[in-house]
């Protein structure tokens, strides 16, 4: 496909190129495999970080492949194109782990724990939720308490939902240290999970992306150094926050890696089946599902493209880019349902069925449009970048 795009540059090329090539040949052989038994791919997800896709935006001195937001975005695209629990993995590695410590982390912290997570030696994980706080982010249970001697934080509590959280070497954990303070008595630490006080709950049986790992985790008496604290007490709302903006860009391009592989696989599909006595691409009410989700897709992408260089903008000039990055995951979140449920209806039987990789699609779709914030909290947040009224 030609590019149109002055800002895609060659560089870019390459590591899109570089994506497609280990996902069409590394990935796509397991795929299946990995999604019906849930097994984590722990062997192609080290692959992955020997070829740097696992610290893209990660400054080579702690061992990244020191890229920016836009060539995240199109790696991103590939590999979610042919697995989204590849994509899902990719993402929680490189913006929900690596961006938080590239944007606020000491630089002890950088050498210590950004390094092998971006060389795939480490996974990584990012827990803000719990049980009873999920949209309603600000408002957690669990505690962080200063110990006497103000070298350690006792942490107690139980959070859920944390992708990769089974295999997790690294957690950015988001707790309470000033609970009378709301919001602004969050903060953020660096969880190191072989520690005693750490554990996993059981890993959560899913509908899609089965083969990314998913689980609580219990915090009992947990002791965190304090130089494992990420800003100072009180960010960590900022912090989460600001986290989940890049984030949502990568959620965004798993999206569209979904969304363009339902399309690519029904132009394909419409082509070769027939019936009465013609291709079924021939018949309009096929050509208008394929018409449709041809322009939701590459909106979806424009959006990606657009809230990427929004994100690099605000990396020179301040400010932020949550309105860009909301609006490219809830377009790019519903496009890759809307054409996995097309998809699967152009296919028929087929597309029900386990033999081809739709249904795939359709039930790892889902997860894009509730996971780093629902497609309701996404409009709320672009409404509110709109109006300022909160
Ligand atoms: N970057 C930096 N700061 C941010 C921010 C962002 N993207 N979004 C909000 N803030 C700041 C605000 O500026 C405000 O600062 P002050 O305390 O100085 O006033 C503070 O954070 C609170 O902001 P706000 O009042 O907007 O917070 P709300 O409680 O209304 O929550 C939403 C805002 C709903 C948007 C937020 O809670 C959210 O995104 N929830 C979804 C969480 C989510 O995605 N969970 C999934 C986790 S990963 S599976």
Redesign the pocket.
Known sequence: MANYFPFITEEHEMIRAAARDFAQNSIAPIAEEHDHTGEFPLKTVRQMGELGFMGINVPEAYGGAEMDALAYVLALEEISKVDASHGTIMSVNNS?FSHGLIKFGTEEQKHKYLTPIATGKAIGS?S??EPMS?????NMASRAVLNDAGTHYIINGRKS?V?SAPYADFVVLFVMTQPEQK??GISAFIIETDKPGFERGKTEPKLGIRASATSEIIFDNYECPVENRVGKEGDG??IA??V??A?RIGIASQALGIAQACLDASVEYSKVREAFGQPIGSFQMIQQKLADMKCRVDASRLLCYQAALAEMHTEEHGG?F?MEASMAKLYASETAMYCATEAVQIHGGMGYSKELPIERYFRDAKITEI????SE?QR??IA?GLTGL?
């Open positions: 929900l990012y803000l939720t999920g949209s309603d982010a600000g939902w992708t919001h602004r709302f900022k926050m600001a989940l903006d984030g932020r949550s996971y780093e914030g629902t909290i709320m947040v509110r909160r």
